[in-house]
C-alpha cells in the first residue's frame, strides 16, 4: 500500500519533533524522518524566528566538539489568557507549549462587570496588565464576536457591536484575540481527544445561559455574525410556550429556589439535600436533555461533550443519555475532559496555537 505524501514542511516537522522533547539535529532527523541537511536548515529557521534554542553540550568521553542539542524557546514569549465564560473570573500566563505558569482567580464576573461597556473594559484591562507584557491575548467570554467586523455583542454586559478586541489590542500593545467561550471549549476539546477531521463535535456551556460550540470539518463554526454557538434565545421545543427563550425558561426553574438563577449554585443546595432545590435542577435537566436531542438531531455530532460544573454534569449527562436513548440518536456524550480552568486552559492553548502558526507560516490559524 502507498503511504501518502507527507503535507508538512519540514520546519514544522522538526518543530512538531522538538514539542515532545529537545534533541540534536541527528537525533531530529530520526524523529521527523528528514536528512539531517534538512533539519539543520529548519532548524535555523525556527531560531531565526525564536521558536528554537542551540545548547552545547559536553559529549559523553568528555573529549571533542560538545554535541549541539536544539530545543524549544518556551521561556522566549508569553501568553496572557483570560477567562470570563466560567462562574469565576480567571487570568494566566502561559507558555509556548501552553502550559499554565501563574493564575489568578477573582470571582463571579457577574457581580464583578457591569453593564456599562467602558467600566468593563477598563476591568478586563486591569486583569490583562497584571501579568505584565505580552506577545499575544487570548480571552474566552460569553457573547457573540463577529468573525468579519471582531466586534463583540453581550447585552448584559452592555456590549453592542464593541470593539473590545481592538481597543485591548491598542492599550496592550499586542494582538488580542476574542472567542467566545463555548467555541474555544468545542476546539480545545477537540484537539485534546485527537479527533479527526471528518468527526464533528458540540460542547455545550450552561455555566451562564446556554452556549453551544461547534468543530465542524475540523474548522471552528462561527456562523455569518459569530452567534452559532449562542442558543440561549432559541425557541422552547415546548409547543405550550414555543416564543419563549429556552434560558429564560430554564433559569426560571433555578429562580424558584435561587433568585441568582445560578446552576452551580443550585446544584450545590440540591447536592446538600436540599427538595426544593432537587426538584428544581431535575425540571431544569429534563428541558435541557430534551432540547439538546434536537440539536443532536440536526448536527450529528460524533461527540457532545457537557461542561463539567460540580453536582451538575453528572445529572444532565444521565438525562441526556436517556433522551438520547428514546430516540435511538447514537451520539456519545461525555462531560468536559479539560478539568476545573478549562476556559481559561482552553483560552492559553488557543493563543499559543495562534502565535506559533504566526512564527511559522505568518498566517495565523484557528486549526
Known amino acids: 500500500m502507498t503511504q501518502a505524501p507527507e503535507s508538512r514542511s519540514a520546519r514544522e516537522r522538526v518543530y512538531e ?22 533539519v539543520i536548515a529548519a ?3 525556527l531560531a531565526s524566528q525564536r521558536l528554537a534554542l542551540l545548547e552545547d553540550t559536553p559529549p559523553p568521553s568528555g573529549r571533542g566538539r560538545p554535541a549541539a542539542r536544539v530545543r524549544l524557546n518556551t521561556e522566549g514569549f508569553r501568553i496572557t489568557a483570560l477567562d470570563l465564560g466560567s462562574p469565576t473570573v480567571a487570568c494566566g500566563r502561559y507558555n509556548l507549549l501552553a502550559e499554565p505558569e501563574e493564575v489568578q482567580q477573582f470571582g463571579n464576573p457577574y457581580q464583578l462587570l457591569s453593564n456599562q461597556p467602558e467600566h468593563n473594559l477598563n476591568l478586563i484591562h486591569q486583569w490583562l496588565s497584571l501579568h505584565g507584557p505580552a506577545d499575544v491575548v487570548a480571552i474566552s467570554m460569553v457573547g457573540s464576536i463577529n468573525p468579519r467586523t471582531r466586534t463583540v455583542t453581550h447585552p448584559v454586559l452592555g456590549f453592542h457591536d464593541f470593539p473590545l478586541e481592538s481597543q485591548l489590542s491598542a492599550r496592550l500593545g499586542c494582538p488580542v484575540l476574542l472567542e467566545n467561550d463555548a467555541n474555544l471549549a468545542a476546539w480545545h476539546t477537540w484537539h485534546h481527544l485527537e479527533m479527526q477531521k471528518e468527526d464533528p463535535l458540540a460542547f455545550l456551556n450552561y455555566s451562564y445561559g446556554l452556549g453551544l460550540g461547534l468543530m465542524l470539518g475540523g474548522q471552528m463554526y462561527h456562523g455569518a455574525t459569530g452567534g452559532a ?7 422552547d421545543p415546548s409547543k405550550r410556550v414555543r416564543h419563549q427563550p429556552l434560558a ?10 435561587n433568585p441568582s438563577g445560578s446552576i452551580e449554585e443550585v446544584s450545590v443546595q440540591a447536592a446538600q439535600g436540599d427538595r426544593r432545590a432537587k426538584q428544581a435542577l431535575k425540571l431544569y435537566m429534563q428541558d435541557l436533555a430534551n432540547h439538546l436531542t434536537a440539536v443532536v438531531a440536526m448536527l450529528d455530532p460524533a461527540i457532545l461533550v457537557l461542561q463539567d460544573i460540580p453536582h451538575a454534569a453528572e445529572p444532565l449527562l444521565q438525562e441526556t443519555l436517556r433522551a438520547l436513548s428514546e430516540l435511538h440518536l447514537p451520539t456519545r456524550v461525555m462531560v468536559s475532559p479539560l478539568g476545573p480552568l478549562g476556559g481559561l486552559d482552553s483560552a492559553g492553548a488557543y493563543g499559543a496555537r495562534w502565535l506559533e502558526r504566526q512564527k511559522l507560516f505568518g498566517t495565523p490559524s484557528e486549526n
Do not use: M, N, W, Y
Not at 229 to 235: D, L, M, P
Not at 248 to 257: A, F, P, S, W
Open 229 to 235: 454557538g449562542e442558543i440561549s434565545f432559541a425557541a
Open 248 to 257: 429564560e425558561r430554564l433559569i426560571g426553574h433555578l429562580q424558584e429556589v
Open 43 to 45: 532548524v535555523d529557521e
Open 17 to 38: 519533533a522538538l514539542k515532545a522533547g529537545p534533541g540534536t539535529r541527528p537525533e531530529l532527523a530520526s524523529r521527523t524522518g528528514l536528512s539531517v541537511v534538512s
